[in-house]
């Protein structure tokens, strides 16, 4: 492998995570200094940071976890920086199998779905900077909902790795905190826009990426309305709320539970989570929609967040996750593993369901022999 064309000083292990965790937050800065020009820039610039942070994870437990291949790794090819670099996945891999410190999913997904739009960035670059305001209000949410996770991962769980830069962060915290600003004063601008669409007959919903009332609905659906951000230009779908309640099995009150925010018994603080809310709503909701067969399983695996237990009921005239908060999916019984399970039931029956799409593919492989 010709890798060697990047000549770099010999430095040592201490002068190599210094230099990573610098260049790390230099790229953090650059994706803020760039967000008037070339917002989009900001999004690639903010995703290098969070890969170099984890490199710098890795390397403060010992400087073979960021080379990709651990067995061709040797300490002076690495200290050159001749190494193939660990991404996303791989690091976070190691984060949890080597130094067993896993990163939480919550966070990973956020990092990984950056990871996606970065990958669309590069690869399709888009030149239309019609809106630039939007597209930087986009960007300034992705970001400032990423540094969520990583401010905390820095700050909190790897408090002692990165104890020298806590400073630096904090300034960066402030610098993420006065761009967010950039969101309501956006949606102030727009204020004349926003009414005149109103006066047209336009309804608009809180937007679930920025969350200002921007949200144009263009579309009603039984389960919801499909609106488009004025704000951010992030498309999304409201969901249709509901009022149902449950009993608590501790104190017996009914409270309303099909809210993301719930987190305890508003009446005797029983913690309330994911496992809870199936048992509570076991109970409850014991029969499915018209297509259902009395004796048929009623609760199904949901495909959109894949919580491991299904966690599906039919509630007030919907299919709703009780872990999602998703709504207004079909449930079926997939006829290839039998599995109970939401999604697109024409994708279902004529390939598979989330849950064995990886065995379908498989068998589908061996058939062509690929
Ligand atoms: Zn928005
Ligand atoms: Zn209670
Ligand atoms: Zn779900
Ligand atoms: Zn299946």
Redesign the pocket.
């Known amino acids: 492998m010709a890798r060697k064309f990047i000549q770099q000083r010999r430095q040592t292990k201490d002068e190599m995570f210094d230099a990573v965790v610098k260049n790390a937050i230099d790229f953090i800065d650059s994706s803020l200094d760039n967000l008037g020009k070339r917002p989009k820039n900001g999004i690639v610039d903010f995703y290098t940071a969070i890969e170099l942070f984890l490199k710098a994870r890795l390397m403060a437990e010992h400087w073979t976890l960021i080379v990709s291949k651990s067995d061709s790794a040797s300490l002076s090819s690495f200290s050159v920086g001749d190494f193939h670099s660990v991404y996303l996945e791989d690091a976070a891999k190691r984060l949890k199998d080597v130094v067993g410190e896993a990163i939480e999913d919550e966070a990973l997904n956020n990092f990984k779905a950056l990871a996606e739009h970065r990958n669309q960035i590069v690869h399709f670059a888009h030149t239309d900077y019609a809106d630039v305001g939007g597209i930087k209000a986009g960007v300034v949410m992705e970001q400032w909902r990423s540094w969520h996770y990583l401010h905390e991962l820095l700050t909190m769980k790897w408090k002692d790795t990165f104890n020298a830069y806590i400073p630096e962060f904090e300034r960066l915290h402030t610098r993420i905190l006065a761009e967010k600003d950039f969101i309501q004063s956006r949606f102030q601008d727009l204020q004349p826009v926003i009414q005149q669409k109103q006066r047209e007959g336009g309804v608009f919903v809180e937007c679930g990426s920025c969350h200002t009332l921007a949200g144009l609905i263009s579309e009603t659906n039984p389960w919801g309305s499909n609106y488009v951000c004025m704000v951010c230009q992030k498309a999304g779908v409201k969901i249709r709320s509901t009022a149902e309640k449950v009993a608590c099995d501790k104190c017996g009150h009914e409270f309303e539970f099909f809210h993301s925010t719930v987190s305890s018994c508003p009446y005797c603080a029983q913690p309330i989570d994911t496992d809870k809310l199936i048992s509570l709503c076991k109970i409850k909701y014991t029969t499915g929609d018209d297509w259902w067969e009395e004796g048929g399983p009623c609760v199904a695996y ?6 491991p237990k299904p ?2 009921f039919y509630i007030d005239g919907l299919w709703s ?6 709504r207004g999916w079909q449930a079926i019984a997939c006829p290839h593993c039998d599995a109970f399970v ?1 999604g697109d039931a024409e994708r279902i029956e004529y390939f598979a369901c989330h849950k064995c799409e990886d065995e379908m593919t498989q068998k589908m492989m061996n058939k062509m022999n690929l």
């Open positions: 949901c495909h959109e967040c894949q919580y966690s599906v996750c009780v872990s999602c908060f998703d939401t």
